[in-house]
């Protein structure tokens, strides 16, 4: 089993540029989570999807958007992307309490 | 917000020593969680205790949860360069349904 995947690994965008990234997981979860990790801070939550066709806004919303049209995937959207978006991004899904993490999507906004 | 704040933000040790990590976090909860990061991966599932637990172990983990003052270590005993990582606790709060709140983490390096 794959786990937890993440497309792409790193991307740089310019200002106002818009973007996906893909997560997918193989493990048939129905929880699934955004987070984005800042230098010296914990993750934080963005979006998260409680079963297919289903999101909810988390901690940190603003200028994301997602999707869950299918069980193993979760899209996180970037309309028009800011500085202040520059960060590491996971994916994590779950099917009870522990949390499986994928390798994380770096992005730099210039 | 965060509801989990780690202590120290930085623990340097010799290999063979242990290492202690404290965790402390605001609202009820119903389980704790540790996590581990190595540096440019994504986070790796540790150990779980719930509310009603005081204490659990894994291997060379070691974890206590105190509800009443809202805290928990993760002692890692006998320690290896490997161990060297990020370690963060996360919080299920009663109240945030099936979603964690993590700490800022420590970074925990065992010198060799």
């Known amino acids: 089993n794959a786990g937890v995947t993440q497309t792409p690994k790193f991307r740089v965008l310019k200002t106002g540029q818009s973007m996906t990234l893909l997560c997918a997981q193989d493990?048939?979860?129905?929880?699934m989570y955004w987070y984005r990790q800042d230098p010296g801070m914990g993750l934080r939550l963005i979006h998260y999807s409680v079963g297919e066709g289903t999101t909810a806004k988390g901690e940190v919303p603003d200028g994301y958007n997602v999707s869950r049209l299918k069980k193993q995937n979760f899209l996180l959207g970037l309309e028009s992307a800011a500085p202040s978006q520059t960060s590491v991004y996971f994916c994590?899904?779950?099917?009870?309490?522990?949390?499986?993490f994928g390798p994380g999507t770096r992005l730099l906004v210039l | 917000s965060q509801q989990g704040e780690e202590d120290p933000q930085a623990l340097s040790i010799q290999e063979g020593e242990n290492a202690t990590m404290n965790c402390s976090y605001k609202t009820s909860i119903n389980n704790l969680q540790w996590y581990r990061q190595n540096s440019g991966r994504g986070l790796v599932h540790l150990i779980l205790i719930r509310s009603n637990e005081r204490e659990k172990h894994s291997g060379r983990l070691r974890v206590t949860l105190d509800t009443s003052k809202k805290s928990s270590s993760l002692l890692i005993t006998a320690s290896r360069a490997a161990d060297t990582a990020s370690y963060f606790c996360a919080t299920d709060p009663r109240e945030y349904g099936n979603k964690l709140v993590f700490g800022a983490g420590t970074i925990l390096r065992v010198k060799s």
């Open positions: 994590a899904s779950s099917y009870v309490e522990t949390q499986y």
């Open positions: 493990m048939n979860h129905e929880y």
